[in-house]
């Protein structure tokens, strides 16, 4: 389940736009040390793709600068990318493998999942040129054709995980999803009852014109915790278009992308 009325994780599944103010507040430091509080940013990578795809330049987006942008005042201890790689479009494989090595270059940790196919039943529509998909075994405008969709697997357990883990940490302070998904809810209510000191804020990716908070969300975190990215924030982290690698070489933005 997605947040407001999104529908389920799939390839056809849609997401989002990113809007947001920075978290700039006195629990930034430790009274006590002086110095910021270290989080760890997750990143659900495919919930965020949904919005980015409509804008081509944004798939370029440097994900450690975005959370050095939204958390200004925190130590980034950690970046983890989750997402999962397709196998049956080669342009798009050999795009996305770019696009990692230049976050991994960056110092963002990738995770992969992995897409899991399934078969349909799909109907290839005479009269308006179309497919539509269909269970049932018979044939309305057209012959009967089987195809298949794929979807994401692993994923969502493997970021509840991670959340955990991160807040069972002594090095973390503070856990920072982005992500639009309400499967990650429980994983948020065992890290509040197990670490009650623990803090955690929520980077929605969504149009917040279409988008309600889920009132269990805000009751968890806090409303403030709450937050939707801004579009102009993510404009600031987008990679050079020729990206240079520590080791002196250049990746080059897909042209696709640009």
């Known amino acids: ?72 005042n925190y130590n980034i201890k950690s970046v983890k990318y989750f997402t999962a790689q397709s196998t049956w479009n080669p342009k798009k494989t050999h795009r996305h493998n770019i696009y990692l090595r230049a976050l991994q270059d960056a110092g963002v940790e990738v995770i992969m999942g992995k897409f899991q196919q399934k078969t349909k039943k799909v109907i ?70 197990d670490f009650p000191d623990k803090k955690l804020f929520v980077f929605i990716p969504a149009y917040p014109k279409q988008y309600k908070i889920p009132p269990t969300l805000r009751k968890l975190i806090g409303a403030s915790n709450c937050r939707f990215l801004k579009n102009k924030i993510i404009n600031k982290c987008i990679f050079p278009f020729s990206y240079i690698l520590k080791d002196g070489s250049i990746l080059k933005c897909p042209p696709e992308w640009r």
């Open 124 to 193: 290839l529509d005479n009269k308006f040129g179309n497919l539509k998909v269909s269970f049932f075994n018979k044939t309305f405008f057209g012959c009967l054709h089987q195809g298949f969709t794929a979807e994401e697997k692993q994923t969502d357990v493997a970021i509840g995980v991670e959340m955990y883990r991160a807040a069972a940490s002594d090095e973390i302070d503070i856990i920072a999803l982005i992500s639009g998904d309400t499967d990650f809810i429980p994983a948020i209510e065992a890290i509040k009852q």
């Open 1 to 72: 389940m997605v947040y407001g009325s999104l529908g389920a994780r799939t390839l056809c599944s849609g997401l989002l736009f990113l809007s947001a103010k920075p978290f700039m507040n006195k629990n930034s430091f430790e009274k006590s040390r002086g110095v910021p509080l270290n989080v760890s940013v997750i990143i659900d990578g495919f919930n965020v793709y949904h919005f980015l795809k409509k804008d081509k330049s944004k798939k370029w987006l440097n994900y450690m600068e975005l959370s050095r942008k939204i958390l200004p």
